[in-house]
């Protein structure tokens, strides 16, 4: 072999190394490796001990035979009144008797008058299928109301596939739970409510319930917020969680790590009707005073104040003299009511009851509602720049009403802040109460928030007004403390509203 082929040999060879080379580097993902060396590997990234991850199952052990399916069924009611036409077709009396259309249409024709068939009672329709858990060991257990709703017979279906009848004690439609009990000589596993004042968000939750009818089904996540709002009833404050749940849920609980139950699983919100991860349970604090109450008496008493209420907005806070947009500023008094007889009146700001601050007019609807009627209560009451404290007696809600209503009429709009002048023209009252409103220039401030001639302006921040010269003055005086606006209250037909306009 000659010298030049032998050097072509070694190129050769030096060249195939280096190309494994890089072939070995690129499967291992080092890239680029410097000709005739020796590639070096990193050190490999792992943990020194596997995660320790969470395992519910000791959790689902314990609880599962506290959690039922609840079956509800309701009774068929008779169909009554005359036959639908499409059964009194013309041609359908001409039709052979053993017509297979004749047979088919005369199941359903309404019989002549003084005759009925007789087809003996009608069995039981299925109203709804939903979850709940005992909480007791004699028997009681909760659930939705909407999941008993329209019905007439119950039965609950043990973990282990038995089923039990059982009867309704009571509802609270407001709350959406329900209470059923079944009679049995034994005891039953069940479960107790956890404080869910020490409920965070991000802390693990386990659901367990009949989701689509299936029975003891088991899923998990977290808590994902506290206080959500869903306008689903006066008193929301849900708890959302993002464990699977599903249509056949409802009723059902939502457990913590201890196995206590923080929240009554009871809505979803979901564009398809299927699991999204937002889900709504009924926090434990409220689930156990309603059920308590419903176990002891039947039915719910609510503490009632009788006031019309609205949200502080930053208007209202800044004519009103107010640091912050919080409390539940008083659209008007129900005459007669513990409200009104205690001293409350329109204009008033609730800022606390019995020492616990209110931030928002729903809070104070959950606060009073949790309260005894009878019970006299210390309201912390914003009027002329300073809080005052009014002691209330409260009274017992009517059924047909919430604790607090929203004002009946919509929110005035927002008041132009570049706007100079009220464009009003006034006089007062005959019976010597507020100024009637006699003109309105068009596009006035006035006119952009719907003051019209007629009203009467009753006060300027919460002060009466009966003169120009009260106008004038409360103008004044809030010019010099500051304040960007006023506050007005005007009645019309009877109704109260609030209107705040621009000063300086």
């Known amino acids: 072999m000659s010298a030049n082929n032998s050097t072509i040999s070694k190129t050769r060879k030096r060249l195939v190394a280096t190309a494994a080379s890089v072939a070995i580097a690129g499967a291992v993902g080092?890239?680029?490796?410097?000709?005739?060396?020796?590639?070096?590997?990193?050190?490999?990234?792992?943990?020194?001990a596997p995660v320790q991850a969470p395992s519910f199952a000791d959790v689902v052990e314990l609880v599962s035979p506290a959690v039922v399916s609840v079956r509800v069924n309701g009774s068929v009611q008779e169909a009554?009144?005359?036959?639908?036409?499409?059964?009194?077709?013309?041609?359908?009396?001409?039709?052979p008797d053993d017509h297979p259309m004749k047979r088919f249409f005369d199941q359903f024709r309404e019989p002549p008058r003084g005759e009925r068939r007789d087809r003996g009672p009608?069995?039981?329709?299925?109203?709804?299928?939903?979850?709940?858990?005992?909480?007791?060991?004699?028997?009681y257990l909760v659930t939705n109301n909407h999941v008993i709703q329209g019905g007439d017979q119950y039965t609950v279906v043990m973990d282990d596939g038995t089923e039990i009848d059982a009867a309704l004690v009571g509802t609270d439609p407001r709350t959406d739970l329900a209470v059923l009990k079944v009679e049995e000589k034994r005891k039953f596993t069940y479960v107790d409510f956890a404080d869910d004042d020490r409920v965070r968000v991000?802390?693990?939750?386990?659901?367990?319930?009949?989701?689509?009818?299936?029975?003891?089904?088991?899923?998990?996540?977290?808590?994902?917020?506290?206080?959500?709002?869903?306008?689903?009833?006066?008193?929301?404050?849900?708890?959302?969680?993002?464990?699977?749940?599903?249509?056949?849920?409802?009723?059902?609980?939502?457990?913590?790590?201890?196995?206590?139950v923080i929240g009554v699983n009871t809505a979803i919100f979901s564009p398809s009707g299927g699991n999204v991860g937002i889900a709504f349970a009924i926090p434990a604090s409220l689930a156990k005073s309603v059920t308590q109450q419903l176990i002891e008496k039947g039915e719910i008493e609510r503490g009632w104040l009788g006031v019309e209420i609205r949200p502080v907005t930053a208007e209202f806070a800044e004519s009103l003299g107010l640091d912050e947009e919080k409390g539940a500023f008083i659209q008007g008094t129900q005459e007669g009511q513990p409200a009104a007889k205690a001293g409350i009146r329109?204009?008033?700001?609730?800022?606390?009851?019995?020492?616990?601050?209110?931030?928002?007019?729903?809070?104070?609807?959950?606060?009073?509602?949790?309260?005894?009627?009878?019970?006299?209560?210390?309201?912390?009451?914003?009027?002329?720049?300073?809080?005052?404290?009014?002691?209330v007696e409260l009274g017992e809600m009517p059924t047909d009403q919430q604790v607090a209503s929203a004002p009946s009429e919509e929110p005035a709009p927002e008041a132009d802040a570049a706007a100079a002048g009220f464009g009003l023209t006034v006089t007062p009252s005959e019976d010597g109460v507020g100024l009637v409103v006699t003109d309105v220039e068009p596009g006035s401030v006035a006119d952009e928030n719907g003051i019209q001639p007629g009203d009467v302006l009753r006060s300027v921040n919460t002060q009466d007004v009966s003169s120009v010269e009260d106008l004038k003055a409360a103008v004044e005086a809030a010019e010099q403390a500051g304040r960007q606006a006023i506050l007005l209250q005007v009645v019309r037909d009877s109704a109260n509203r609030f209107v705040t306009l621009p000063v300086g």
Do not use: C, H
């Open 30 to 48: 080092l890239g680029a490796v410097t000709t005739g060396a020796v590639p070096v590997l990193a050190e490999p990234v792992k943990l020194d």
């Open 202 to 260: 991000g802390d693990w939750v386990v659901a367990v319930g009949n989701p689509f009818g299936l029975g003891g089904t088991v899923t998990a996540g977290i808590v994902s917020a506290r206080g959500r709002e869903i306008s689903a009833n006066p008193y929301d404050d849900y708890i959302q969680i993002d464990a699977a749940v599903n249509r056949g849920n409802s009723g059902g609980p939502a457990f913590n790590l201890s196995g206590e």
């Open 80 to 95: 009554s009144g005359p036959a639908a036409p499409f059964f009194d077709m013309p041609g359908f009396e001409d039709l």
């Open 346 to 391: 329109a204009g008033d700001v609730i800022l606390a009851v019995k020492g616990e601050s209110i931030d928002s007019p729903r809070e104070l609807a959950r606060k009073v509602a949790e309260l005894p009627p009878g019970e006299k209560v210390e309201v912390s009451v914003w009027r002329n720049g300073k809080a005052i404290t009014l002691e």
């Open 122 to 139: 009608r069995p039981p329709r299925p109203v709804s299928q939903g979850s709940g858990f005992f909480i007791s060991e004699d028997g």
